[in-house]
């Protein structure tokens, strides 16, 4: 269990950036990428693609929009954190010191995450704890990108129970009374808070050895294949148990982080990860419900899921649409691979 204690609210500005190319569900069909009955399992419309964009240069404009948003100075970041799931662009490289120098953070410190699905949401709690422990700190910037392309990902059928849309975010976490060179932030952040399934681990490694070189398995990334072999060792309720164990767990401590019961009239949402809808009904939904009868916001029918930034992507939904009024809070889900399950509490500014 972690949970980063908050001494006063801290403020975010969030963006996302979308390429304006999409695959709709009804291509996906008649390309014969996805079956009928699977669709109708996932709940999606359309996923983003990127073929012509790399995901650090997706991560760059994410980040140029929330600095430009927020008014704050790229030479003042105290952090630059980027979070992935898939292939950069290169090997043996770093694309968060890219990200940096491409925004001009030359003062910040550049880190990588490879939390799986959930590495933007530890961003944020790695951003808040810095601040927290300086409060002289400049801001900092958590970005996350990917993008979904054969031969290596398929972005329907490399993983069960979500497809993969290609994005990035970006999310500046600051103090929220703004300096002189900044404006207000958009959302502030009440709290947050971590729970971890490590023992859910071997449902991304299955049955398979470590292998000695990238793609050594298989020529496509099939989280089908390590899936199969855990619900054949395990069963699925093991799995559904111990999620719905965590998940319960990170909401109401968030929500008591913020100083909120779960009927608290002044919660207005709880913003579910960006998974297909049966996968969310069955994991998600269930445990959330059980501590909060907020209204459950689905905001990725139209994204799919975006890798590492689904809770991300769903703090710019919060924070560019008019889904919440100031005072409004909203409670947002997310988890990812490992396992790792978190849960932010923030308000309209």
Not at 186 to 199: P, Y
Not at 204 to 213: I, K, L, P, V
Not at 278 to 303: F, Q
Not at 316 to 345: I, P, S
Request: glycine content about 10%.
């Amino acid at each position: 269990m972690t949970a980063v204690r908050l001494h006063a609210p801290l403020g975010l500005t969030a963006t996302a950036w979308y390429p304006e190319q999409r695959q709709t569900v009804e291509e996906a069909l008649a390309a014969g990428d996805i079956d009928a009955r699977t669709a109708r399992e996932l709940g999606y419309t359309s996923l983003p693609v990127s073929e012509d964009t790399a995901p650090p240069d997706m991560a760059v404009e994410a980040a140029a929009e929330a600095l430009a948003l927020s008014g704050a100075r790229a030479e003042d970041l105290s952090l630059v954190l980027h979070a992935s799931v898939h292939h950069q662009g290169h090997d043996a490289w770093s694309a968060p010191h890219y990200v940096a120098r491409r925004i001009g953070a030359h003062g910040a410190v550049p880190i990588g995450l490879l939390q799986q699905c959930n590495g933007g949401a530890i961003g944020i709690e790695l951003a808040a704890s810095r601040l927290q422990g300086d409060p002289e700190a400049g801001p900092a910037l958590v970005t996350t990108a990917d993008r979904f392309l054969m031969p290596s990902w398929h972005r329907w059928l490399s993983d069960y129970g979500m497809a993969a849309g290609d994005a990035a975010t970006a999310v500046l976490v600051h103090h929220a009374t703004p300096a002189a060179h900044t404006h207000g932030p958009d959302l502030l952040l009440h709290s947050l808070a971590t729970r971890v399934a490590a023992e859910l681990e071997v449902m991304h490694r299955g049955d398979d050895e470590f292998n000695a070189t990238p793609m050594g398995h298989s020529p496509m990334i099939d989280v089908r294949r390590t899936k199969r072999a855990f619900i054949k060792a395990y069963g699925v309720e093991f799995f559904l148990k111990t999620a719905a164990d965590r998940i319960r767990a990170v909401v109401e401590e968030a929500l008591a982080g913020a100083g909120l019961a779960g009927d608290d009239p002044r919660l207005r949402y709880a913003v579910i990860p960006r998974l297909g809808s049966k996968a969310m009904a069955e994991a998600y939904i269930p445990p959330l419900t059980d501590v909060t009868p907020a209204e459950v916001l689905d905001l990725g029918r139209a994204t799919g899921h975006v890798g590492a930034g689904d809770l991300n992507a769903s703090l710019a939904d919060l924070a560019r649409t008019d889904l919440l009024e100031r005072g409004d809070h909203a409670l947002v889900l997310n988890g990812g691979g490992g396992f790792t399950f978190t849960a932010v509490v923030v308000s309209r500014h």
